[in-house]
């Protein structure tokens, strides 16, 4: 069933209020963090599980989203122990493509749906997406909130919005894309993070990848800030998936930092955290195999995807 | 108020981030033995009168140092005096800016190595020592060396001269900023200088001392004279010295006043402090925490102007304080040369006692004493873990006495008026916080604190251009911008 809106609660989300300046002074801190070693070796390996490795592209073809998925699979045959990806995204006319390659690995299906990037669709349409791309075997579904609607203050509307793609969802995971890069204050991340919450997503994510900025450190910690207030409150866990812009080893690996001293370990595992990207992977790879090795590699040695 | 109920919710945090050890590990030279620096030459010192520097993350002996004697002190007051009568006064403004600039230039050169010797020498991380002393030690060099040719402007249509000789007499807690704090306007005036460290952190004044000599510094301008609290007296009374600066303890600096009283030396004391940070219930809240944390649990509390209240608008109270402990319970207590230590050693045997003595003090006095972090507090030195007293009142020790150390007293109030009511009811009036994200509040509560520094929605947040010091028994006189050039300044 539906959740349904109270404006008493919209009231609450939009009262939330965050500095800015101590929210970079905080990052600044985490960026201080020098993991070395053992340590660096395990949480670029725990890094590589979380990835969404993703392709969102007009020209994406069977082929492609094939190749995508294998890599998803196996990101490094010289190091077969290596963890797969969390999953792979894609666009739901990738779905059946994806599924039938990824079967029996482990590895998730996630589509993006509800009018990517913009959303800027009638919503039978949106609900109609997410069914169809469900039905043809979705894990996952990164839908985006209507952005507009947000920030001409019509709560209900987007909260409605959410709450029924929720439940066309079904089973399928939802992840809920708030386009921070679109929202403009972190004071309205801190309310979309909330209303997102409270609508029904099992997760939340920075961006669509498409807008700039995508994730941020600093978006980022507001939002793992909300899923701590409501867990701390509800006792359930939300997952947080920062996407667009992570492209190096080491900002993941920062990412990581936050999300443990922000909400403890039960966080640090790829069903409650994920890495929305593409190029991550194989900067991951480069890394761990320079652990490894005792040498960086010639980046050509990890295939293009 | 920290008590867990079972239904309620909890983060695991303690163990989430295992990190492996992260060592700086860039090579430092110390030597076994140090005396004083006095005429721009080392001198040994009196064997009689060694001491020892410890590390006082390990209790290691770092080196041994000579204390001076009245003799020594006078020699280096004649230095000094000579110094200012026949070249640093006669000199250009212009020229003695080039030598500020010169040993801020050569501070940046040698900070990884300046950073990891005060470490040893004062227990503080790596992590501030690195980000924080070195590089603003850096910037008061750098922001006095501009003023030294524009002392003009400095005082608009006035003629100013400098004093003479300059007596300096700094803490532990920030052995090498503190040098920089005293020396940068002291020299960019045209005064010259005797400077005492602190007996349990002489190490980096050394190194400051090497540096003095390879950027060519004129001989006598700057002379540095190890010891504790005799030294310190003797250097402070001598019949020869215009300009008395000091930072430390209110009760030292009494004694000082006592001492040079009647004469015609003039003084700047930087004194203790019991800053209240006030938290209102319109404050953004987890960000208020991060600024509470930056507040007292900077250098493990050793800090003249900490946040040690933290004053709670009581409808709020119990929800900021159980943010307040996850966040500590993320502070990595550890080897302060980890790159990943948040909350380092405490600086001496005796310091740590002082504390654990208010923890008890306040244990006893009814206060619900909590402790918490990440990692497990070593056994190696002496190490205090954040520490919070909830349950204060107004009345209680650990709500009046500057502990100087990780431990923050929790106290509520009801309306601002009440606030800054206990905000000011303190002997001290050195720094303050106010956390809302209500504009007209916190200029209306700014104002009305008895500080003389107020930050708004942050802590101890410094630089050199903005002026820092204290009313009532914090002390007198500023240090930084423009207004800590006035007290080295005689104005025709």
Known sequence: ?305 | MNKKSESKPTLDLEGALELSPSPERIPVTIKERYGHFIGGKFHDGADESLFETINPATKETLAHVAAATEAEVNQAVKSARAAHSKVWSKMGGAERGKYLYRIARRLQEKSRELAAIETRDNGKPIRETRDVDIPLACAHFFYYAGWADKLEYALPGRQAKSLGVAAQVIPWNFPLLMAAWKLAPALATGNTVVLKPAETTPLTAMALAEIMQEVDLPPGVVNIVNGAGATGAALVGHGDVDKVAFTGSTGVGRIIMRQIAGTKKRATMELGGKGAQIVFADAALDQAVEGTINGIFFNQGHVCCAGSRLLLEESIAEDFLERLQRRVRTLRIGDPLDKNTDVGAINSPEQYATIQRYIEVGRKEGANVWQGSATAVPDTGYFVPPTILMGLQQSDTCAREEIFGPVLSVLTFRTPDEAVKKANDSEYGLAAGVWSEKTSKLFEVAHRLNAGIVWANGYNLFDPASPFGGVRHSGFGREGGIAGLWPYLEVA
């Open chain 1, 1 to 305: 069933m539906a959740r349904t809106f109270h404006p008493a609660d919209a009231r609450r989300w939009r009262a939330a209020r965050v500095d800015n300046a101590a929210v970079a002074q905080r990052v600044a801190r985490v960026r201080t963090r020098s993991i070395k070693t053992e340590s660096k070796l395990r949480l670029l390996k725990l890094a590589l599980s979380m990835v969404d490795l993703t392709t969102l592209e007009g020209q994406d073809t069977p082929d492609k989203v094939q190749s995508l998925c294998r890599k998803a699979m196996h990101p490094f045959l010289e190091q077969p122990d290596l963890p797969h990806t969390a999953a792979v995204c894609v666009y739901p006319n990738m779905v059946p493509v994806a599924v039938e390659s990824v079967r029996g690995s482990g590895v998730k299906v996630a589509a993006v749906a509800t009018g990517f990037p913009s959303g800027q669709i009638p919503v039978p349409l949106k609900i109609e997406e997410v069914k169809r791309t469900v039905a043809m075997g979705a894990d996952e579904i990164d839908m985006v909130i209507d952005r507009g609607a947000f920030l001409a203050g019509e709560d209900q509307k987007v909260f409605e919005e959410i709450a029924m793609v929720k439940e066309a969802c079904g089973k399928a995971r939802l992840k809920v894309i708030l386009e921070t890069g679109e929202l403009g204050t972190l004071d309205n991340v801190a309310a979309a993070s909330r209303l997102a919450i409270a609508a029904g997503a099992d997760f939340i994510k920075t961006s669509t990848g498409k807008i700039s900025p995508a994730a941020t450190m600093e978006v980022t910690l507001v939002m793992l800030e909300a899923i701590r207030e409501h867990y701390l409150e509800t006792g359930v866990m939300i997952g947080m998936k920062p996407a667009g812009g992570i492209r190096t080893a080491k900002q993941a690996l920062h990412y990581l930092v936050m999300v443990a001293e922000t909400l403890g370990k039960a966080w640090m595992s790829p069903e409650w955290f994920r890495f929305g990207a593409s190029s991550l992977v194989n900067d991951l790879l480069h890394q761990i195999a320079r652990r490894e090795d005792g040498h960086y590699a010639s980046p050509r040695r990890f295939s293009v995807d």
